[in-house]
RNA sequence: ACGGGUAUGAUGAAAUUGGUAAACAUGCUGGAUUUAGGUUCCAGUGCCGUGAGGCUUGUGGGUUCGAGUCCCACUACCCGUACCA
């Protein structure tokens, strides 16, 4: 470091006061920061014990072992550029605390970090500066492992893993080749999301308002042929096995929005024409009021039409085609308030309960992507379809009675308010009984069937990328699709002379011939390799297995590792994962777990979400807005305790929280007066009489707060604590209790005072020690203070000893001078004493 | 529009089953120490009022001896979904 901290002479056994301008600490941000004083040598002591715990191997977990095991993760990171940002570290300190936690409660802990290092940025980057993404690679994971080591995280740094490394995607590969070998994955041409800034086809998953979530830019559909993902058939596991697992309800309810389960019947029309037409519908009890049908404008019977000139008017519905075609994702969303919309003239559709003629429109608003891609149209009973009838002319007719006049408002109830009307057998029915019985007489009819449709759609796998897996396919004329043989894994990333994407949306290694050109495994004929690469997402949906047993050459992780780990048991990361990288990792898990490969259904037994830190204007970090905040720079004024201290102090851990460089100093204040103290306390092991209540309530509470991620009130209650060590004095004894709680937090200057006070020769590491006994008969005090409301209002404050019964306290509480004020010439009617806390006597004039 | 969440001092926020609202921290004011700044320590700091006292948890109602907490209605902001038939 250039113009690194100033120099320090020891502190041991005295307050040493250095002074030092935050201008000499390091350009830029920091120079903005106040002159501070430095009461503790933080600079020095905290790679000193960086250095100890590493060499003793503290947080090194073991497979196996007599100790319960715990297995604690978070997220690993994208190792960018930029360098770790403030926001990091709070998720991470986070699960730090609750694993070191667990070490002294006895655990068997594994905390591991690795790094997502495949993506796009990294691969702009290299695109920009002509370096090799590699390289980049490289660079960025040991900036980033520096950093993360000078926070002093609990890490088992020997599991380290890196999604990049051929040792790793080696197996990322092989889930691809079971997928594959098991119907999960198949080459599909459909319309995709299309990035026109990345060139690159997207999941929907990474669709947001219609624009790239990456960049920002419009999103386009367009045919390609894709490499695609069977998530739709875990559909209904991943919804139920919901209800196994611990995950806060917000996780929950989304992933189940998300996948968007829905029951109904597919119910079979004819067309004049002759040719079937199979609509999904969630209300069959509504049939005998549908009144139209609409297809969606790709709709495959609509092109036979048109080729077969059936449509007289043929060009109009053309033309709508291709506007619809042509509309991006956000224009579609934009316009949705209008419904638009073509009736095909010279073909109709015919209602199968009343036999009936009705017109058929293609629109939009019916998407090809989910259902049948049509819909029978009931007007009367659905907001959208009665729009669209107002719009179009088209008869509303009712087939549910009980609300308001169906020409004014569609009547949409599905509940028992609803009776069936003009529905033959269906009349008198509620709603609730009819959509049961519709289903059953339409399947006994053989014109329909009960059906579950989701919005979940196939996770279209392969990215136009450099920067990405390969897919161990190759193409052959004559065998087709043929999987690479697992002995070929892993099929290592070749060399290119550029990473730019082609224009006309090949992956850049499709130029690379000689990569390229191979042989059919199956028939031994010239064939070509799968140009395309994993998304992103692919080396993130199973690296909390790899942490297991990071080094096997034989498996993704031996059996016996899995079968000792699993299942993560807590699993902290952000909510803006919940609908791709949670979805994805719990599918592929599943899959896993029916190969037989892991033990469990779920991977994530509990699973916890953090809330952002936001610039100090109340904004999101960036680097356009210039807010950002480098922990290094904190790390560097106040020492990497404080930071993860203020981190976890400034406020509630789900919560968005609005980052202050002022706030961090009170934070400081607190270690500060803690270092004092343990210099200044007395020479006593035994813990103090004064002490003693507001210790063990103390060790009770952090105890609480560290498993309910209240961190911020855990470290109030510490500070309160060191008020009343300050206000009573304190001894050895009482230091001792009060470091090995501050240790999760604040893991150096723990480590250094206990040292200090002659610990660490005889027990060793704090971090190691057992957590301190919590003993309830010391929280309880002699004399109690209660407080006297009269009428429901705070008028006093008495002090009676704990024991006393109620007549007694309200005798207390009457005989009080401050009381007698309200109670003079009243009569009391009732007294009301809540144990331990209050008294209200509630009075009346006599 | 629907689903979920949030609303408390100047600021970040606390507050078991309904039980002393504002713990803890920042900021600010005054004082002590200091050549001075910073640090440290002490006192004060929701609002109105000299005081006794009154008022106060987005707004309006309700239940209760007692409501930030429960119920009803409303407003604002945040997040998610986006015509899912």
Not at 240 to 267: C, H, P, Y
Not at 541 to 555: C, I, V
Request: charged share 25%.
């Amino acid at each position: 470091m250039k113009a690194g901290p100033p120099p320090f002479s020891s502190c041991q056994g005295g307050i040493l006061v250095i002074k030092c301008n935050s201008n000499n600490i390091r350009a830029g941000r920091s120079a903005q920061r106040e002159v501070y004083t430095l009461k503790y040598d933080f600079a020095s002591l905290e790679p000193k014990w960086q250095k100890r715990w590493e060499e003793a191997r503290v947080y090194a977990a073991q497979n196996g072992g007599e100790k319960p095991k715990f297995y604690g993760l978070v997220e690993f990171p994208y190792p960018s550029g930029q360098g770790l940002h403030v926001g990091h570290p709070r998720p991470y300190t986070a699960m730090d605390i609750i694993t070191r936690k667990k070490r002294m409660d006895g655990c068997n802990v594994l905390f591991p970090m690795g790094f997502d290092a495949f993506g796009l940025p990294t691969e702009n980057y290299a695109i920009k500066h002509h370096i090799h993404p590699a390289k980049v690679t490289r660079d960025n994971i040991a900036n980033f492992t520096s950093q993360l080591k000078m926070l002093g995280f609990g890490i088992d740094w020997e599991r380290v893993i890196d999604t990049t490394d051929p040792n790793y995607y080696k197996w990322t590969q092989w889930i691809f080749l079971q997928l594959y070998k098991h119907g999960l994955a198949y080459k599909a041409t459909m319309p995709v999301n299309w990035c026109t800034s990345c060139k690159c086809v997207l999941a929907n998953e990474e669709v947001v308002d219609g624009v790239c979530e990456r960049c920002g830019s419009p999103v386009i559909r367009k045919e390609k042929s894709q490499w695609m993902l069977k998530i739709t058939q875990y559909a209904q596991r991943l919804i139920d096995d919901l209800d196994e697992v611990d995950f806060v309800e917000r996780v929950k309810t989304q992933q189940r929005n998300w996948i968007g389960r829905s029951t109904g019947a597919e119910v079979t029309f004819r067309a004049t024409t002759g040719e079937e037409i199979v609509v999904f519908t969630t209300r069959p009890d509504t049939l005998f009021g549908a009144t139209y049908m609409v297809l969606s404008p790709e709709h495959s019977l609509v092109r036979g039409w048109l080729e077969q000139g059936k449509i007289a008017n043929g060009g109009q519905v053309e033309a709508y085609q291709q506007a619809a075609a042509s509309k991006s994702d956000l224009e579609r969303t934009e316009l949705n308030k209008e419904k638009t919309g073509v009736r095909l003239e010279g073909v109709a559709g015919v209602n199968p309960v009343t036999g009936k003629e009705i017109p058929i429109f293609i629109s939009d608003y019916v998407l090809s992507t989910y259902g049948t891609g049509a819909i029978m149209a009931v007007p009367a009973h659905d907001e959208r379809d009665w729009e669209f009838a107002k719009k179009f002319g088209c008869d509303i007719v009712e087939v549910v009675s009980g609300g308001e006049d169906v020409q004014q408002a569609p009547f949409t109830a599905k509940d028992d308010s609803g009776v069936l009307v003009n529905s033959v057998f269906l009349d008198g029915m509620t709603v609730k009984q009819a959509i049961p019985a519709m289903t059953q007489w339409l399947e006994e009819q053989g014109i329909g069937k009960g059906k579950v449709n989701f919005k979940l759609r196939d996770w279209v796998f392969s990215r136009q990328r450099y920067w990405g897996e390969p897919i161990p396919m190759v193409y052959c004329e004559t065998c087709g699709w043929q999987p690479l043989s697992e002995d070929q894994l892993p099929l290592v990333l070749p060399d290119v002379e550029s990473y730019e994407p082609t224009d006309d949306g090949q992956s850049p290694l499709s130029k690379m011939t000689d990569w390229v050109a191979t042989t059919c495994p199956c028939c031994g004929g010239p064939a070509r390799r799968e140009t395309d690469t994993m998304p992103q997402w692919a080396g993130s949906s199973w690296y909390f297995l790899r942490y297991m047993d990071p080094h096997n050459q034989e498996a993704l992780a031996s059996k016996e590792a899995l079968d000792y780990w699993s299942p993560v048991d807590w699993y902290n990361g952000g909510m803006e994962h919940t609908t791709l990288h949670l979805l994805y990792s719990r599918f592929w898990h599943k899959f896993l777990y029916d190969l037989g490969v892991v033990p469990t259904k779920e991977p994530y037994k509990k699973r916890t979400s953090h809330g952002m830190i936001l610039g100090e204007g109340g904004e999101k970090m960036s680097k356009s807005r210039g807010n950002v905040v480098n922990p290094n720079d904190i790390i560097a004024a106040y020492g990497a305790d404080t930071l993860r201290l203020y981190i976890m102090f400034i406020g509630d851990f789900e919560q968005a929280a609005v980052w202050s460089d002022n706030a961090v100093k009170g934070c400081k204040r607190f270690l500060d007066k803690v270092w004092n103290l343990a210099e200044s306390c007395q020479d006593s092991l035994e813990q103090s009489q004064d002490n003693a209540a507001a210790l063990h309530k103390c060790i009770k509470k952090v105890a609480d707060d560290i498993e309910s991620m209240k961190f911020n009130t855990a470290i109030a209650a510490m500070m309160s604590l060191v008020g009343d060590f300050q206000k009573n004095g304190c001894t050895k004894g009482d230091m001792k209790a009060l470091i090995t709680l501050l240790s999760p937090f604040a893991p150096h200057i723990a480590e250094e005072l206990w040292e200090m006070l002659g610990f660490y020769g005889a027990l060793g590491f704090v971090c190691q020690q057992p957590w301190p006994e919590y003993d309830e008969s010391k929280t309880v005090a002699s004399q109690i203070t209660m407080a006297v409301q009269v009428g429901g209002k705070l008028r006093s404050n008495i002090v009676v000893p704990a024991d006393a019964d109620n007549d007694a306290i309200v005798a207390a509480a009457l005989a009080d001078p401050k009381v007698q004020k309200f109670t003079d010439g009243m009569a009391l009617v009732k007294s009301i004493v809540v144990p331990g806390r209050l008294v209200n006597l509630i009075v009346k004039p006599q």
